[in-house]
């Protein structure tokens, strides 16, 4: 079982609409999740990070996580074809323990 | 947030000879920096973590003969990658963690092509 799963996509969502992409990881102890966005050729760019259960709002963007179904997501809400990307989700055990990257979710914006 | 610098951008380089990448912090001091290789189409793996004026951790299944880990100063990593071979043509990248648990910061990336 992979430690960080995501499902590779390609998601393909309309201008304007909400994407959703969502992230599961297999170690119960941890504490930190993340985020990034990756562009294609580029390297990753932090979007957001959550630590506790609950939804956390930055902008267009709002986290979710649920530790005892072990689940992580992320919305995009009024997607804009600049939001096309690989976006990763990455969890660590906190307290400097190294940070696990799933594969990330192509998101595709058609305008 | 910390501003990571990472050069060469992009590299080709004959099989068997070296090449070294060198990761910048440009505005925080990093004790620590990390190492990661991407291949196309897959995540991003950790290959060691470098550590300031020490011996740098190499991930399992990572050749610390092959790939030569150097953190000299609070703002200088750099990752020689020796007696290169195609299978190492990748996506090298570092990273600092500016606040511990806080996310981190890449750095530019090298594109590394053996041929």
């Known amino acids: 079982q992979k430690e960080v799963e995501q499902n590779s996509g390609p998601l393909s969502v309309p201008e304007g609409a909400i994407a959703s992409l969502n992230c599961t990881y297999s170690d119960r102890v941890s504490q930190s999740f993340f985020w990034y966005r990756q562009y294609s050729g580029k390297s990753p760019e932090l979007i957001m990070s959550i630590y506790s259960n609950g939804d956390k709002e930055d902008g267009r963007f709002t986290a979710q996580l649920n530790k005892a179904s072990q689940y992580v997501s992320l919305l995009i809400r009024d997607s804009q074809p600049s939001d096309s990307a690989t976006y990763l989700c990455a969890v660590s055990l906190g307290g400097g323990f190294k940070t696990i990257f799933g594969a990330g979710t192509r998101l595709f914006v058609k305008a | 947030g910390a501003v990571v610098s990472q050069h060469p951008s992009r590299v080709i380089c004959k099989s068997g000879t070296s090449v070294k990448i060198e990761c910048r912090s440009l505005?925080?001091?990093?004790?620590?920096m990390f190492w990661y290789r991407q291949f196309p189409k897959q995540s991003l793996m950790l290959m060691a973590t470098?550590?300031?004026?020490?011996?740098?951790?190499?991930e399992q299944g990572v050749e610390k003969d092959k790939f030569l880990i150097n953190h000299a100063s609070l703002t200088l990593s750099t990752l020689t990658v020796t007696s290169a071979h195609p299978e190492d043509s990748s996506f090298y990248i570092c990273?600092?963690?500016?606040?511990?648990?806080?996310?981190?910061?890449f750095g530019s990336g090298t594109r590394l092509t053996v041929v």
């Open positions: 505005d925080f001091q990093a004790t620590t």
């Open positions: 470098s550590n300031e004026g020490s011996k740098a951790t190499y």
């Open positions: 990273s600092v963690n500016p606040v511990q648990n806080y996310g981190y910061t």
